[in-house]
């Protein structure tokens, strides 16, 4: 894809850093969205606890409740980093889980795709350009038909909650096994009696997610 040249300038102050002045100078009205590895939001709790109670909650991107992605057991971002995955499990907060049990579902059909190229606005056609190259991918390593999305659906579970569906249970995070380190262990069946205090997705309402994604797509020229 042509990657056109970015047109804002990054933020100089360190991730972490930026976190912690930002919540903390909040009225605890902000929910985090992170879509890779937990490293900077961990750090962040460790550096200022006093944040803890200004996030409001977190929907994030990870996990698995079933198969790996990176390892049988483990998915990418938790993989990374699993003691920070841990902090960030264990801090109390509200937490969203869209696992790739959710994510896998997702996945940008060739209707998707013409829908984005027919608006011919230049970001739609971007996306539907990232979709295409991130195809052969996905059809090749995975065996999917098409390519699925993951980080938008961490996003639209705080725009439209009820386009994934979840299941309040306990999560912990493995970081010692030779074999499952990074895995998200979800007592679904409440095995381990410990407080569920996660909210994780296994379904989603695909119609719905598309038009989202779609329509939010749609309101950049």
């Not at 096994?177 to 007592?187: A, I, K, P, W």
């Not at 095995?191 to 994780?200: D, N, P, S, T, Y």
Request: hydrophobic fraction near 45%; aromatic fraction near 6%.
């Amino acid at each position: 894809p042509n990657v056109p040249e970015p047109d804002i300038e990054a933020v100089p102050e360190h991730a972490v850093d930026l976190l912690i002045n930002l919540l903390l100078q909040s009225d605890g009205d902000i929910t985090l969205v992170p879509t890779g590895p937990l490293t900077n939001i961990a750090t962040a709790i460790r550096t200022e606890p006093a944040i803890v109670p200004k996030i409001k909650a977190i929907s994030l991107m990870g996990g698995a409740i079933g198969l790996g992605n990176t390892t049988p057991a483990a998915e990418f971002n938790i993989w990374c980093d699993p003691e920070a995955a841990a902090i960030v499990f264990g801090c109390g907060r509200p937490i969203t889980m869209a696992p790739l049990e959710v994510t896998h579902q997702a996945l940008a059909t060739e209707e998707v795709l013409q829908r984005l190229r027919a608006a011919q606005r230049p970001v739609a056609s971007f996306a539907a350009d990232l979709l295409n190259f991130f195809a052969d991918t996905y059809k090749q390593v995975f065996g999917f038909p098409s390519p699925p999305v993951h980080d938008p659906c961490a996003v639209a579970a705080v725009i439209e909650p009820s386009i994934v569906k979840t299941k309040l249970m306990h999560v912990a995070i493995e970081t010692t096994s030779e074999l499952t380190v990074g895995r998200t262990v979800c007592d679904v069946y409440g095995k381990l009696g410990m407080e569920a205090h996660v909210q994780v997705g296994y379904a989603l309402d695909v119609p719905r997610f598309w038009d989202l994604v779609i329509d939010t797509l749609l309101t950049y020229e």
